[in-house]
T-cell receptor
Framework: AQSVTQPDIHITVSEGASLELRCNYS??????LFWYVQSPGQGLQLLLK??????LVQGIKGFEAEFKRSQSSFNLRKPSVHWSDAAEYFC??????????FGSGTRLQVQP | DTEVTQTPKHLVMGMTNKKSLKCEQH?????MYWYKQKAKKPPELMFV???????INESVPSRFSPECPNSSLLNLHLHALQPEDSALYLC????????????FGPGTRLTVL
């Protein structure tokens, strides 16, 4: 069965520091992968997506992610974190059933 | 415009009430979704409508009844809910179901007393 794993439940970084959020997937075919961000009590906003082609994907708000087939990973990165980046981040995979399966999420806290 | 709107923002209902959640989009999307999100958990898919027809029902209890009156509107009718149904209910839409990007609304925070 398809699944998405986000190993880090909670991450704290200092403002201005770099960030990497991990995402691993289990899927037999070429996956369609997404990163969403959710502020408390809000809906989800798409940061970026990977369907095919260049494995380094640029998104909004200065985020990027790299697809590594050999490691079944799609990690999210940002070179310099801002206090406004504090939120919950979800990795998701399109399962072939025309729906998304989400990872359990990583809560990002940003220290001043 | 990539906006999905949901009303109401908050809803408190008793276990014997009947209420409805509403979702609307004007992006010409033909797929619409309901997700349920419990606190500190990821969204879980409930229903998918594709071209106004129900295409996926994730074994959701019948006390949740979806309806898609037209391509822009999605409703979720609620009846005889349980306290454990309290959650954030998210609506999403996409150009078509499958790999197209899903755009999410802000959600309805439901509390069942």
């Amino acid at each position: 069965a398809q699944s998405v794993t986000q190993p880090d439940i909670h991450i704290t970084v200092s403002e201005g520091a770099s960030l990497e959020l991990r995402c691993n997937y289990s899927y037999g075919a070429t996956p369609y992968l997404f990163w969403y961000v959710q502020s408390p009590g809000q809906g989800l906003q798409l940061l970026l997506k990977y369907f095919s082609g260049d494995t380094l994907v640029q998104g909004i708000k200065g985020f990027e992610a790299e697809f590594k087939r050999s490691q079944s990973s799609f990690n999210l990165r940002k070179p310099s974190v801002h206090w406004s980046d504090a939120a919950e981040y979800f990795c998701a995979v399109e399962t072939g059933r025309r729906a998304l399966t989400f990872g359990s999420g990583t809560r990002l806290q940003v220290q001043p | 415009d990539t906006e999905v709107t949901q009303t109401p923002k908050h809803l408190v209902m008793g276990m014997t009430n009947k209420k409805s959640l509403k979702c609307e989009q004007h992006m010409g999307h033909r797929a619409m979704y309901w997700y349920k999100q419990k606190a500190k958990k990821p969204p879980e898919l409930m229903f998918v409508y594709s071209y106004e027809k129900l295409s996926i029902n994730e074994s959701v209890p019948s006390r949740f009844s979806p309806e898609c009156p037209n391509s822009s509107l999605l409703n979720l009718h609620l009846h005889a809910l349980q306290p454990e149904d309290s959650a954030l209910y998210l609506c999403a839409s996409s150009l078509d179901s499958g790999t197209d990007t899903q755009y999410f609304g802000p959600g309805t925070r439901l509390t069942v007393l």
